[in-house]
């Protein structure tokens, strides 16, 4: 046992004493102490500092701590951030599970022995004997029994350690359950970058001409007059731009962007018209914009949407402005994820430049198909004089339809 208390060590020969007359009816005893060679001899087998003192207690307490304090590291480390990808497929929780069972084995060790100690003692002051069975029920193995607290209501001086003990027990019994429920595991996007990607008309010089049938009559590539042809007669859904970019994960969030575009613009007329009959006229324009875009892709669903757009150019209906390429500049421009304000400086890639071929190939491909008359005979029905008026004309020819179209 630990202490301080030294006591002199002696043995005892107990012997049979028998005269010649019979035997004896007492026995009696002879005690020799030990010489001091031989104190000595076993005083240094049983007392170093590996024997009777509390090293392997301290060090069992510091190695409990010093485990309690990595757990506390490692999740504070990893507390909000990826699952780290360890090899042999070691996870996160498995490291918390053996940091959380050898702090345990180290201190249940140490309560043990002070609880073994705490035994002794309460021995050694006199007690009973069987008093000793109460408090093995203060083992690991049991934990903790009712009536060890029964029991320790009527210790004197030691109650307290022995209750504290058995507590701390219990607590080390419930250590694995809490340490496995403080983690919890969040499914959230993180950034992927350079895998994802969309297609924009950046500002670079837009060109898109091809060379018609003589000077002045320009029209568009094959390409972009399918494009014309399926913006006027295809539904447009919210995936219809899905084709132009590129998600692999099938969640992706873009930073905003820009590009050049078309933009339309209708008003509705009708009181600036001297007409037969009262039905409504609607008057529309298409023209060069820069548009800022918002777009997302959430569960293989692509959501883009306009948060702004700017029509500032040096456009002119002047004759010398004849054979120039139009500049569009935006009010503010993104360039790779940045935003910049003006004065722009030519490594921002702010002015978008269009031909001036590319403009006049497009009004000469729009403008038939924009031009057309619609009438009413037999029976009210109409009769549209080609298949784009008919859809220009929409479901009821009023403004929302002609507009929508547009758009």
């Known amino acids: 046992?630990?202490?301080?208390?030294?006591?002199?060590?002696?043995?005892?020969?107990?012997?049979?004493?028998?005269?010649?007359?019979?035997?004896?009816?007492?026995?009696?005893?002879?005690?020799?102490?030990?010489?001091?060679?031989?104190?000595?001899?076993?005083?240094?087998?049983?007392?170093?500092?590996?024997?009777?003192?509390?090293?392997?207690?301290?060090?069992?307490?510091?190695?409990?701590?010093?485990?309690?304090?990595?757990?506390?590291?490692?999740?504070?480390?990893?507390?909000?951030?990826?699952?780290?990808?360890?090899?042999?497929?070691?996870?996160?929780?498995?490291?918390?599970?053996?940091?959380?069972?050898?702090?345990?084995?180290?201190?249940?060790?140490?309560?043990?022995?002070?609880?073994?100690?705490?035994?002794?003692?309460?021995?050694?002051?006199?007690?009973?004997?069987?008093d000793l069975a109460i408090l093995d029920a203060a083992s690991p193995e049991v934990l903790l029994a009712p009536q060890l607290f029964y029991f320790t209501l009527c210790l004197a001086c030691d109650s307290h350690l022995v209750t504290f003990g058995c507590l701390v027990l219990v607590i080390a019994a419930a250590t694995d359950p809490f340490v496995q429920q403080v983690m919890a595991v969040k499914e959230r996007s993180i950034r992927a970058p350079g895998q994802a990607s969309i297609q924009v008309c950046n500002s670079s010089?837009?060109?898109?001409?091809?060379?018609?049938?003589?000077?002045?009559?320009?029209?568009?590539?094959?390409?972009?007059?399918?494009?014309?042809?399926?913006?006027?007669?295809?539904?447009?859904?919210?995936?219809?731009?899905?084709?132009?970019?590129?998600?692999?994960?099938?969640?992706?969030?873009?930073?905003?962007?820009?590009?050049?575009?078309?933009?339309?613009?209708?008003?509705?007329?009708?009181?600036?018209?001297?007409?037969?009959?009262?039905?409504?006229?609607?008057?529309?324009?298409?023209?060069?914009?820069?548009?800022?875009?918002?777009?997302?892709v959430r569960e293989g669903h692509f959501t883009e949407t306009r948060t702004a757009v700017s029509t500032a150019s040096n456009s002119s209906n002047s004759w010398k402005a004849a054979g120039k390429n139009i500049a569009l500049t935006p009010d503010f421009c993104y360039s790779n994820g940045t935003r910049h304000t003006k004065p722009y400086n030519e490594n921002q890639n702010c002015i978008y430049d269009v031909n001036w071929l590319s403009r006049i190939s497009m009004a000469n491909s729009l403008q038939p198909l924009l031009k057309g008359s619609a009438s009413r005979f037999v029976s009210n029905r109409p009769d549209f004089s080609s298949d784009t008026i008919e859809v220009l004309y929409g479901t009821y020819g009023n403004f929302n339809d002609i507009n929508s179209v547009f758009q």
């Open 205 to 296: 010089l837009y060109t898109d001409y091809g060379e018609g049938a003589g000077p002045g009559m320009n029209k568009v590539p094959l390409g972009t007059s399918g494009a014309i042809y399926s913006g006027i007669f295809q539904t447009q859904s919210e995936n219809s731009k899905s084709v132009m970019m590129n998600c692999p994960t099938g969640n992706c969030t873009y930073p905003p962007y820009q590009s050049l575009g078309f933009c339309s613009k209708c008003a509705n007329i009708t009181d600036l018209l001297t007409e037969s009959s009262p039905s409504p006229a609607t008057e529309c324009a298409l023209y060069f914009c820069i548009d800022t875009y918002q777009a997302s």
């Open 1 to 130: 046992m630990h202490g301080k208390d030294e006591y002199r060590l002696s043995y005892v020969p107990l012997e049979d004493e028998r005269g010649d007359t019979g035997i004896n009816t007492q026995q009696q005893s002879r005690q020799r102490p030990l010489s001091s060679a031989e104190q000595a001899l076993l005083q240094s087998q049983i007392r170093g500092f590996w024997g009777s003192s509390w090293a392997f207690e301290i060090l069992g307490c510091l190695t409990s701590i010093a485990f309690l304090i990595a757990i506390i590291v490692v999740l504070f480390k990893y507390d909000g951030r990826p699952m780290p990808d360890w090899p042999y497929g070691i996870t996160l929780n498995a490291l918390v599970s053996v940091l959380s069972t050898v702090m345990k084995a180290t201190m249940a060790f140490v309560l043990t022995e002070c609880l073994a100690q705490l035994k002794w003692s309460w021995f050694h002051s006199g007690n009973k004997l069987s």
